[in-house]
């Protein structure tokens, strides 16, 4: 059956009350949130809206409206979490390139993708080095590596449509280079010059593209979550309101620690009662900043926590790529079937680097043990393991390979480290559609600073210099 189709059928019941409600008197979808808002309240609060809640007679289970189909029982017991065995790590390959399971291929994609996933992940994990180098050297204000997790970000973004929509934490390179982000228009990001589609306003790593479909990152830790299940219910009450529309998912990327702010409680519980179409990706990399996972959360990591707001979960190994696009192939087409609805994916990794160009952290961890991961496990080499005994890779091509991506870094990075600085004008615009007179007269008053204090003040980097102030 077409998708069309299936689409059509499985959200008939809300889409029809939705189109019969919304269609003919709202054109945008903030009118239409509104009044569906209003007709979910009515709905609740009508005399026909009835749910079911008394105990009947004998029974055997609660059936009380917080719990359904819980046994009653009489026998007191507290149910200790570490009683239950920790949930599995679902992967294919081992830490040697080997296919654990050889009842099945593994290659759910064509050798010419592999080796592009393989090539993006060499281009992150490059870029990294040149340009944490680069922070050293004075060059750039900041940066933060993935070394160690670019399978999870190119493996999940591989499995993504080019039309869903990603929030990102900022570890996360590897969806940018695979969603097609260019290396000009990341290091446009990086030196915060005038080709930056942010027009230089945020932090080195804080992409954005809107060609890419991906939100900027913000650094406030897990703004993004709760933002992520707004987008998904906004992409679902789209649908419902045409079906023509082209199912989409969004993917919302945060590493362990954000999964202690209030903010993705708040997310998953809303996504979850809504049945948003969103993907969640925790990255487990063992740390926040410098606190161990260890000492962060006392239960079965984060996938624990999706099952108790009763999201369908899966905890797989970030090392192993293929793992990570297979669970997240599955986990789009669940979100997407039916009445749709959130997936949890807690992909298990090591953070190989020091948490930013701003940290040590051999201060708080042992460098060998780093050592010994870098050497054991990482997603790179284990890609390229399989690849080697596939006979698609070898030796040559590998340091062919690496070349060719340092010397295209190396030219997009001295050519956009050349480019001017944005307008100072950017400084003041955008927030409003007109300027307001308050930052009209900060405009001028930042002109008058600098041509008191032309010294102090160079501004001839900046495109048009001080003339763009007028
Ligand atoms: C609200 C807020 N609190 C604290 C910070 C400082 N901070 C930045 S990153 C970070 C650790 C985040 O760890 P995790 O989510 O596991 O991501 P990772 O760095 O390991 O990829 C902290 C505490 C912040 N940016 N925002
Ligand atoms: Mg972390």
Same mark, same amino acid.
């Given at each position: 059956?077409?998708?069309?189709?299936?689409?059509?059928?499985?959200?008939?019941?809300?889409?029809?009350?939705?189109?019969?409600?919304?269609?003919?008197?709202?054109?945008?979808?903030?009118?239409?949130?509104?009044?569906?808002?209003?007709?979910?309240?009515?709905?609740?609060?009508?005399?026909?809206?009835?749910?079911?809640?008394?105990?009947?007679?004998?029974?055997?289970?609660?059936?009380?409206?917080?719990?359904?189909?819980?046994?009653?029982?009489?026998?007191?017991?507290?149910?200790?979490?570490?009683?239950?065995?920790?949930?599995?790590?679902?992967?294919?390959?081992?830490?040697?390139?080997?296919?654990?399971?050889?009842?099945?291929?593994?290659?759910?994609?064509?050798?010419?993708?592999?080796?592009?996933?393989?090539?993006?992940?060499?281009?992150?994990?490059?870029?990294?080095?040149?340009?944490?180098?680069?922070?050293?050297?004075?060059?750039?204000?900041?940066?933060?590596?993935?070394?160690?997790?670019?399978?999870?970000?190119?493996?999940?973004?591989?499995?993504?449509?080019?039309?869903?929509?990603?929030?990102?934490?900022?570890?996360?390179?590897?969806?940018?280079?695979?969603?097609?982000?260019?290396?000009?228009?990341?290091?446009?990001?990086?030196?915060?010059?005038?080709?930056?589609?942010?027009?230089?306003?945020?932090?080195?790593?804080?992409?954005?593209?809107? &060609?890419?479909?991906?939100?900027?990152?913000?650094?406030?830790?897990?703004?993004?979550?709760?933002?992520?299940?707004?987008?998904?219910?906004?992409?679902?009450?789209?649908?419902?309101?045409?079906?023509?529309?082209?199912?989409?998912?969004?993917?919302?990327?945060?590493?362990?620690?954000?999964?202690?702010?209030?903010?993705?409680?708040?997310?998953?519980?809303?996504?979850?009662?809504?049945?948003?179409?969103?993907?969640?990706?925790?990255?487990?990399?063992?740390?926040?900043?410098?606190?161990?996972?260890?000492?962060?959360?006392?239960?079965?990591?984060?996938?624990?926590?999706?099952?108790?707001?009763?999201?369908?979960?899966?905890?797989?190994?970030?090392?192993?790529?293929?793992?990570?696009?297979?669970?997240?192939?599955?986990?789009?087409?669940?979100?997407?079937?039916?009445?749709? &609805?959130?997936?949890?994916?807690?992909?298990?990794?090591?953070?190989?680097?020091?948490?930013?160009?701003?940290?040590?952290?051999?201060?708080?961890?042992?460098?060998?043990?780093?050592?010994?991961?870098?050497?054991?496990?990482?997603?790179?080499?284990?890609?390229?393991?399989?690849?080697?005994?596939?006979?698609?890779?070898?030796?040559?091509?590998?340091?062919?390979?690496?070349?060719?991506?340092?010397?295209?870094?190396?030219?997009?990075?001295?050519?956009?480290?050349?480019?001017?600085?944005?307008?100072?004008?950017?400084?003041?615009?955008?927030?409003?559609?007109?300027?307001?007179?308050?930052?009209?007269?900060?405009?001028?008053?930042?002109?008058?600073?600098?041509?008191?204090?032309?010294?102090?003040?160079?501004?001839?980097?900046?495109?048009?210099?001080?003339?763009?102030?007028?």
């Amino acid at each position: 059956m077409a998708m069309k189709q299936v689409a059509q059928r499985s959200l008939r019941p809300e889409a029809a009350l939705l189109r019969k409600r919304l269609v003919p008197q709202h054109n945008t979808l903030a009118q239409a949130t509104v009044q569906a808002r209003r007709w979910q309240s009515n709905r609740a609060e009508s005399s026909s809206y009835q749910p079911s809640v008394s105990q009947r007679a004998g029974a055997d289970s609660v059936n009380f409206p917080g719990a359904v189909n819980s046994k009653f029982t009489s026998t007191m017991r507290f149910q200790n979490p570490a009683e239950n065995t920790a949930m599995s790590t679902y992967r294919i390959l081992d830490a040697d390139g080997n296919v654990v399971d050889n009842t099945r291929d593994p290659q759910n994609a064509p050798d010419k993708e592999i080796l592009q996933w393989y090539r993006n992940m060499l281009t992150v994990s490059i870029m990294d080095i040149i340009m944490f180098d680069a922070q050293r050297q004075g060059r750039t204000s900041f940066y933060m590596v993935s070394a160690g997790e670019e399978g999870i970000a190119v493996g999940t973004a591989s499995a993504m449509d080019p039309d869903d929509v990603c929030f990102l934490q900022y570890r996360e390179q590897g969806v940018c280079i695979q969603r097609g982000m260019t290396l000009k228009e990341l290091m446009s990001q990086l030196f915060a010059n005038k080709d930056d589609v942010g027009r230089g306003r945020n932090m080195p790593v804080h992409y954005g593209s809107g &060609k890419h479909k991906i939100f900027t990152v913000s650094s406030p830790l897990a703004t993004q979550i709760p933002q992520a299940s707004g987008a998904a219910y906004a992409l679902k009450l789209q649908r419902m309101m045409d079906p023509n529309v082209k199912p989409r998912i969004v993917t919302c990327y945060f590493g362990e620690g954000a999964a202690s702010e209030g903010d993705f409680h708040a997310a998953l519980n809303i996504a979850a009662t809504k049945s948003c179409p969103v993907v969640f990706v925790c990255r487990n990399n063992g740390f926040a900043i410098s606190t161990a996972s260890i000492e962060q959360y006392k239960g079965d990591g984060i996938a624990s926590r999706g099952l108790g707001y009763g999201i369908d979960t899966i905890r797989v190994d970030g090392n192993d790529i293929f793992a990570v696009r297979e669970a997240m192939i599955e986990a789009r087409k669940m979100a997407l079937e039916g009445n749709c &609805k959130p997936i949890l994916i807690e992909a298990m990794s090591y953070r190989v680097s020091h948490h930013s160009t701003s940290d040590d952290s051999f201060a708080y961890r042992a460098k060998r043990e780093v050592e010994e991961w870098k050497r054991r496990d990482n997603p790179i080499t284990r890609l390229r393991k399989w690849m080697e005994k596939k006979g698609i890779w070898n030796e040559d091509m590998e340091k062919e390979a690496r070349a060719s991506i340092r010397k295209q870094i190396l030219q997009e990075f001295s050519a956009a480290e050349k480019v001017k600085k944005p307008a100072l004008r950017y400084m003041f615009e955008d927030v409003f559609e007109e300027m307001t007179p308050d930052l009209k007269a900060q405009m001028k008053e930042l002109k008058r600073l600098i041509e008191t204090y032309p010294k102090e003040y160079d501004v001839s980097q900046h495109e048009q210099g001080i003339k763009s102030l007028d």
